[in-house]
């Protein structure tokens, strides 16, 4: 098994491999191991939080006031320290894993030379040749950066190069309402940097439940950040004081720095695709069998962002295995009905199953059961005055058919959601069992009960 990438599903792929007896290489263009994942996606960006929400005293606010600081002058210096122990510690437990289970590992770029040959092409030049009986492109994505925006590391960034900041911004525009312009908008935010987020359509993570998006969008307000929708881009603007971002309906705004993060395009163009007789579309994604994972060419596989949506880290860890349990003949069992989807901003948002638009869309009737974390004990206890879980029933079945959080553990909270709906639980589920007491996971009992007290026995 050739792995090109050593991202989550090039990773799990690969040990996967290993385990199953076969020969495994993962290639890698990148300094080290790990991918986005673990260099610039999910693991820098989800430290940063929370060394920002420590060193802020972020989740003491609600109990000592907005006020509240654990540290009065965070520094760039502050946050870094933290995200370098944080991934050397990941890299060495990756290649402590590659290690146990027998993969090899390389740092060179990888183009295909034909269905079972593959050329490797180091930093310096050298060059070798590999062959393989079964390959996986794990080769991930890059941020978007259109040629009209001015990168310039200075007042203009992408979502990679936000991580080598010298300072602060004193003020700062996110361009882009996914996942990881609001994670980065409400992290900038909960440092007292003064935010706006900039979505040109009129919503923002249109995936996720409306009444969760809304009372999210609140909080942002609520706290002071700024949030045009609605309208394109017209211009952004470096200027040697200040960057300024000017909207199609007229309004600009100005701010120290900008990041630009709408949008990531798959890492294709080097690969040789052609050759293998595979094709990717305009964003550099490859279009793959769902269940297998397998591309046009049949001894070629593709996992994790390359093939879009989810995108996501969880996601591709699985896609990785799937693929190549399906690549040496290993039985699978379906997969399962929903995976979670977590959102890092703050407050964190999480999600599993039918939103209440689709639930409404596909015609059966429901009930909605719903719990505000500050109903809680254990929200009494930290302090927590905003947040909720909302859970959606089929009055039919009485099976649970969704569960949306947004609020403190939210992406935790969330697979208790997840487990119920994968084994098929119903509302009763959450009457008759016992939770832990004082905890936030208590919430689901309350919002099973507030369905239940509607839809009584059945
Ligand atoms: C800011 C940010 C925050 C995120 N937060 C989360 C989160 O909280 N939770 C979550 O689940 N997901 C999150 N994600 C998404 C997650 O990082 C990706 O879904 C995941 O990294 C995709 O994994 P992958 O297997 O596609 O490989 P990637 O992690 O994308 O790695 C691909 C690797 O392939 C290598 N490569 C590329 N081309 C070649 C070539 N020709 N030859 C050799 N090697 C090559 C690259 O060097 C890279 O190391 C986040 C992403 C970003 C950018």
New binding site residues.
């Given amino acids: 098994m050739l792995v090109?990438?050593?991202?989550?599903?090039?990773r799990r792929a690969a040990v996967q491999s290993a385990k199953l007896g076969r020969s495994v290489l993962v290639?890698?263009?990148?300094r080290r191991l790990?991918?986005?994942?673990v260099h610039?996606?999910?693991i820098p960006?989800?430290t940063l939080r929370e060394t920002v929400l420590n060193l802020s005293g972020w989740r003491e606010r609600g109990f000592y006031g907005r006020g509240y600081r654990v540290k009065q002058d965070i520094s760039v210096g502050d946050l870094i320290e933290r995200l370098h122990k944080t991934l050397d510690h990941e890299v060495e437990v990756l290649q402590h894993q590659f290690m146990r289970n027998t993969v090899r590992s390389a740092r060179?770029?990888?183009?295909f030379l034909g269905p079972n040959r593959a050329s490797l092409t180091t930093d310096a030049g050298d060059y070798s040749e590999v062959g393989f009986a079964h390959a996986l492109i794990?080769?991930?994505?890059r941020p978007h950066r259109p040629r009209d925006v001015p990168f310039d590391k200075t007042r203009v960034f992408d979502?990679d190069e936000m991580l080598e900041l010298e300072r602060l911004p004193r003020t700062l525009t996110v361009i882009g309402g996914g996942?990881?312009g609001v994670?980065y908008a409400t992290i900038f935010s909960a440092l007292d940097v003064p935010v706006t987020l900039v979505e040109p359509r009129n919503t923002i993570l249109d995936f996720v439940d409306r009444e969760i998006v809304d009372d999210f969008i609140h909080q942002m307000r609520d706290r002071g950040m700024t949030i045009r929708l609605g309208s394109a881009i017209q211009e952004i603007a470096s200027k040697p004081d200040y960057a300024e971002v000017t909207l199609a309906d007229g309004r600009t705004i100005r701010s120290e720095m900008v990041l630009y993060a709408a949008g990531?395009t798959g890492?294709v163009g080097?690969?040789g695709l052609d050759v293998v007789g595979i094709e990717a579309d305009s964003r550099g994604r490859i279009k793959v069998d769902p269940q297998t994972f397998r591309t046009s060419a049949p001894n070629i596989y593709a996992?994790?962002?390359?093939i879009g949506f989810p995108?996501?880290?969880?996601t591709?860890m699985e896609q990785?295995r799937v693929a190549a349990c399906h690549a040496f003949g290993e039985p699978l069992p379906p997969p399962p009905q929903t995976f979670p989807y977590?959102i890092?901003a703050v407050p964190e948002i999480s999600t599993v199953g039918q939103s209440e638009e689709q639930v409404r869309e596909s015609g059966g009737a429901y009930e909605v059961g719903v719990a505000r974390f500050r109903e809680t004990s254990r929200g009494h206890i930290m302090g927590v005055n905003t947040g909720f879980l909302k859970l959606l029933f089929s009055i039919e079945t009485r099976r649970l058919l969704g569960a949306h959080i947004v609020g403190e553990g939210a992406t935790e909270l969330i697979h208790i959601g997840q487990a119920v709906i994968n084994l098929g639980g119903t509302v009763d589920f959450f009457v008759n069992n016992t939770f832990n007491y004082p905890t936030l996971a208590e919430a689901y009992k309350i919002a099973g009960l507030d369905a239940w007290n509607r839809m009584g026995r059945g």
């Fill in positions: 090109i990438g050593s991202g989550p599903s090039g290639v890698d263009r990148g790990g991918g986005v994942s610039t996606g999910t960006s989800k060179a770029a990888v183009k794990a080769v991930g994505t979502s996942v990881i994670e990531r890492n080097a690969l996992a994790g962002d390359v995108s996501l880290a969880s591709s990785g977590g890092y």
